[in-house]
């Protein structure tokens, strides 16, 4: 089943054996996207206009730079942070990915560090956290899916704090990372068997061409005490990748709530090659789909909207994570 779980951002590279002038490596990258990308339909994207719209800006002629531009400007059409392309000397991802990340992000780092986490926080793996709102919550902020996040560290954290009445848990700008880590986290929350997506991978060269979906069921707890009292998810469009599919795989959760903004997506698997003259590229291959039969690729959305307000943070507050709180100590699931 680890096959089929979402995954991390990794590439990759299958050699190839084509003619590598600027022509074929432009209808080579096309043909490989046009036939295994698996995500056409949440684009949006119709991929032979966009072919049409850009072969005549290729020639056999022009530098690996101008090809390299036309490249990248296919690629980003398809407004997806796992599609990627790799030159000798450059590296294109998407730019609307980028703009969300940090365009739209609803979180200040400043206010985190000094009135939440604070000078005397604590930090286990990849968790920095703290007690907050005089010691009734405990406040945990983990940046990247990279980091360790194993259930026995998960248990320390909870151990430190055991008078809180439940956990505010901000992945906000968490740009994803490493599968592992998100399902150690989840063996640690209330298991009730309960679905948490249907995943399907590319099969065939046609755009709605696959295999037959595959449920994906929370983990068992095993030998494991569940942390049971309300738990808080934090959000925000700087969510991608692995940090997108924790957020939808706990909203099917008994005992918590996702507040924030809406990730910024980033479901599929994704896998690349190389081109005829050496570079590297990257796409999705499966879709996801959640219990309630939508495809979140774009974006996974909280169950509460609370946008970051400039007044609360001007006072070195941050009112979601106060709504958080409340939430916690209110018992609003």
Same mark, same amino acid.
């Given at each position: 089943?680890?096959?089929?779980?979402?995954?991390?951002?990794?590439?990759?590279?299958?050699?190839?054996?084509?003619?590598?002038?600027?022509?074929?490596?432009?209808?080579?990258?096309?043909?490989?996207?046009?036939?295994?990308?698996?995500?056409?339909?949440?684009?949006?994207? &119709?991929?032979?206009?966009?072919?049409?719209?850009?072969?005549?800006?290729?020639?056999?002629?022009?530098?690996?730079?101008?090809?390299?531009?036309?490249? %990248?400007?296919?690629?980003?059409?398809?407004?997806?942070?796992?599609?990627?392309?790799?030159?000798?000397?450059?590296?294109?991802?998407?730019?609307?990915?980028?703009?969300?990340?940090?365009?739209?992000?609803?979180?200040?780092?400043?206010?985190? *560090?000094?009135?939440?986490? %604070?000078?005397?926080?604590?930090?286990?793996?990849?968790?920095?956290?703290?007690?907050? &709102?005089?010691?009734?919550?405990?406040?945990?902020?983990?940046?990247?899916?990279?980091?360790?996040?194993?259930?026995?560290?998960?248990?320390?954290?909870?151990? %430190?704090?055991?008078?809180?009445?439940?956990?505010?848990?901000?992945?906000?700008?968490?740009? $994803?990372?490493?599968?592992?880590?998100?399902?150690?986290?989840?063996?640690?929350?209330?298991?009730?068997?309960?679905?948490?997506?249907?995943?399907?991978?590319?099969?065939?060269?046609?755009?709605?061409?696959? $295999?037959?979906?595959?449920?994906?069921? *929370?983990?068992?707890?095993? &030998?494991?005490?569940?942390?049971?009292?309300?738990?808080?998810?934090?959000?925000?469009?700087? !969510?991608?990748?692995?940090?997108?599919?924790?957020?939808? !795989?706990?909203?099917?959760?008994?005992?918590?709530?996702?507040? $924030?903004?809406?990730?910024?997506?980033?479901? *599929?698997?994704?896998? $690349?090659?190389?081109?005829?003259?050496?570079?590297?590229?990257?796409?999705?291959?499966?879709?996801?789909?959640?219990?309630?039969?939508?495809?979140?690729?774009?974006?996974?959305?909280?169950?509460?909207?609370?946008?970051?307000?400039?007044?609360?943070?001007?006072?070195?507050?941050?009112?979601?994570?106060?709504?958080?709180?409340?939430?916690?100590?209110?018992?609003?699931?």
């Amino acid at each position: 089943m680890a096959s089929l779980l979402l995954a991390g951002c990794e590439k990759m590279f299958m050699p190839v054996d084509e003619e590598a002038t600027p022509t074929a490596v432009f209808e080579y990258l096309w043909k490989q996207i046009d036939e295994h990308y698996s995500l056409f339909d949440v684009k949006d994207v &119709d991929w032979q206009m966009v072919h049409d719209t850009l072969k005549n800006k290729v020639n056999d002629e022009m530098s690996d730079d101008e090809l390299f531009v036309v490249l %990248r400007s296919m690629l980003n059409t398809l407004n997806d942070g796992h599609v990627d392309l790799w030159s000798r000397d450059d590296v294109a991802s998407s730019e609307a990915i980028f703009l969300q990340r940090y365009g739209e992000k609803n979180f200040d780092i400043n206010t985190i *560090a000094m009135t939440y986490l %604070r000078a005397d926080h604590h930090t286990t793996g990849g968790m920095a956290y703290n007690s907050i &709102d005089s010691g009734r919550v405990l406040y945990i902020r983990y940046s990247s899916f990279s980091s360790s996040a194993t259930p026995t560290q998960f248990e320390k954290v909870v151990e %430190r704090f055991p008078e809180a009445k439940g956990i505010v848990f901000d992945i906000r700008q968490n740009g $994803g990372g490493e599968i592992q880590n998100e399902w150690n986290l989840m063996e640690m929350l209330p298991s009730d068997n309960q679905l948490l997506y249907r995943t399907q991978l590319k099969s065939g060269p046609g755009h709605d061409d696959f $295999g037959t979906p595959v449920e994906v069921r *929370a983990p068992s707890n095993g &030998d494991k005490t569940p942390y049971d009292k309300p738990f808080v998810l934090l959000t925000d469009r700087g !969510c991608y990748s692995a940090a997108s599919a924790f957020a939808l !795989c706990l909203k099917s959760y008994r005992n918590v709530t996702v507040m $924030g903004d809406t990730t910024a997506g980033g479901l *599929a698997i994704p896998t $690349g090659g190389a081109l005829p003259n050496g570079w590297y590229y990257r796409y999705g291959v499966s879709r996801v789909i959640a219990p309630d039969g939508v495809n979140y690729e774009n974006g996974v959305p909280p169950d509460r909207v609370v946008s970051l307000d400039p007044a609360a943070t001007a006072l070195h507050r941050d009112n979601i994570i106060d709504s958080a709180c409340r939430v916690i100590l209110g018992g609003e699931l």
